[in-house]
């Protein structure tokens, strides 16, 4: 398939990868120039990259971006044609996606919205999960692009869907985080080895993937950006909108969002939320320590 990608940040870059190793006919663009995809041909706007593509697909960093890429100057949309398909896979508001799609549907192309769940390394080897919403005969349509991607399709149902679902999947896993940096920096104060407490965590009904993939991290205190917190602040702060929106009430993601929030006065945006980690030390006058870092 002709497929734009636009797009080359931490996730982009190996999805769109990917794509041309399957054999796909890529053309990128990024909005700062300078990123290359092997094999894949750059272009110098979002309309350059879009003109002839069966697919457009997105991964920028927040709702704004993706509206302008859609819509701006030199966006996308006149490049549309009945057919073509438009997938976003940037975490973004579920109510602007729906009036994204509208607007690209009442063009006779369609959307479907496409966010992942997966690390850096899981964009870079294929492993991602995408969590989509859209129309099941377009989602059909560009599995072959999925699975160049991807290892799993989860359809939660029409546009707008799948935004809905990362939302809530990824509350959880801000949440968890914070429930984890709480356990180890009370646990440091007490006086138990981040070791040991590990080792109780994985082997009781507390254990979770996201310990998994950030407790030897934080062990480390390597806090550089596999998510970088600007992002994961970014998503709560579309949590809590959707909740405003739909009045529901979050207490808990709530006071995780007042640490963000903290964290990013304190210049942290840039590494990884788990750097959220050392405001609860700094508060508890601890560090929390592994023996690899010691
Ligand atoms: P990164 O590595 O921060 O990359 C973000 C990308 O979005 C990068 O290519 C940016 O271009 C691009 N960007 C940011 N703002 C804009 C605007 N206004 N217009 C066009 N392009 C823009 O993020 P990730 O790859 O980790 O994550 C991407 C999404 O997936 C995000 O929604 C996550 O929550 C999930 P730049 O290079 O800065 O010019």
New binding site residues.
Partial sequence: MRVAFL??????RGMASNLVKAGHAVSAW???PG?QVENARIASTPAEAAEGADVVWL????T??VE??LFGEDGVEPQLREGSIVVN????SPSATREFAERVRAGGADFVDA??TGSKVAAESGQLVFIVGGAEATIERIQPLFSAMGKTVLRMGDVGMGQSAKLAQNLMTSVIFEAFAEALTLATKLGVQPESLLALIQSSMVRSGVVDYKAPLVLRRDFSAH??MR?MF??IRLMLEAAKETRVKLPALETVSEIYELAMEEGQQDLDYAATLTLLEKWAGVEVRGAAAS
Avoid: E, H, Y
């Avoid at 797009?7 to 982009?12: A, V």
């Avoid at 991964?59 to 927040?62: A, L, T």
């Fill in positions: 797009g080359l940040g931490i996730m982009g990024n909005r700062t990123k991964c920028v960093s927040d704004n971006a302008s890429v896979s940037s975490t973004i966010p992942v998510f970088p992002l970014k998503d």
